[in-house]
T-cell receptor, first 112, second 114 residues
């Protein structure tokens, strides 16, 4: 079975600083990978996805992620964090069809 | 356009009771999936329905069941509630079962079992 590991439970960054959230996956073939964001009281919103091709993927809200097969990683990055980015971020991989396997999430705190 | 809607927003039940959660997908979407998100964890897959048939089931006991109606809305039923069933239940809809099609998530139903 596929699995996703997000090593950081909490991350705190200053507003305007850069951000990197880590994600490692376990999957034999080429994975389909996703990053979702969840704000309090809201459902999950898709930030970006990787299926194939260019390993650097651009998403919404200024986020990007890089797929590195050699490291089984799909880290999420943003060059300059805004206070509104404070939320919980989930990395996910497709297991079959469009069944998603999620990591445990990383809570991002932004300090002013 | 309306997104995925779920009802109720919050629900409080006691152990042993039964609960029904409802989901209306985005218009035109034929696939509905249910996920359970326990506090401090990522969502876990419960069921997927497509064209009114169960197409996938996660590692959940038989107390959990679901169905999809002709209008593609869906219900999740949980019998004999346990304290551990307390969670946010998320519904997601997509055009079909293809991995390429984005799943859109509803705001969830927060279930508390006392």
């Amino acid at each position: 079975a596929q699995s996703v590991t997000q090593p950081d439970i909490h991350i705190t960054v200053s507003e305007g600083a850069s951000l990197e959230l880590r994600c490692n996956y376990s999957y034999g073939a080429t994975p389909y990978l996703f990053w979702y964001v969840q704000s309090p009281g809201q459902g999950l919103q898709l930030l970006l996805k990787y299926f194939s091709g260019d390993t650097l993927v651009q998403g919404i809200k200024g986020f990007e992620a890089e797929f590195k097969r050699s490291q089984s990683s799909f880290n999420l990055r943003k060059p300059s964090v805004h206070w509104s980015d404070a939320a919980e971020y989930f990395c996910a991989v497709v297991e079959y069809g469009n069944k998603l396997v999620f990591g445990a999430g990383t809570i991002l705190r932004v300090k002013s | 356009d309306a997104g995925v809607t779920q009802s109720p927003t919050h629900l409080i039940k006691t152990r042993g009771q039964h609960v029904t959660l409802r989901c209306s997908p985005i218009s035109g979407h034929k696939s509905v999936s249910w996920y359970q998100q326990v506090l401090g964890q990522g969502p876990q897959f419960i069921f997927q329905y497509y064209e009114k048939e169960e197409r996938g089931r996660g590692n959940f006991p038989d107390r959990f069941s679901a169905r999809q109606f002709p209008n593609y809305s869906s219900e999740l039923n949980v019998n004999a509630l346990l304290l551990g069933d307390s969670a946010l239940y998320l519904c997601a809809s997509s055009w079909d079962r293809s991995s390429y099609n984005e799943q859109f998530f509803g705001p969830g139903t927060r279930l508390t079992v006392l």
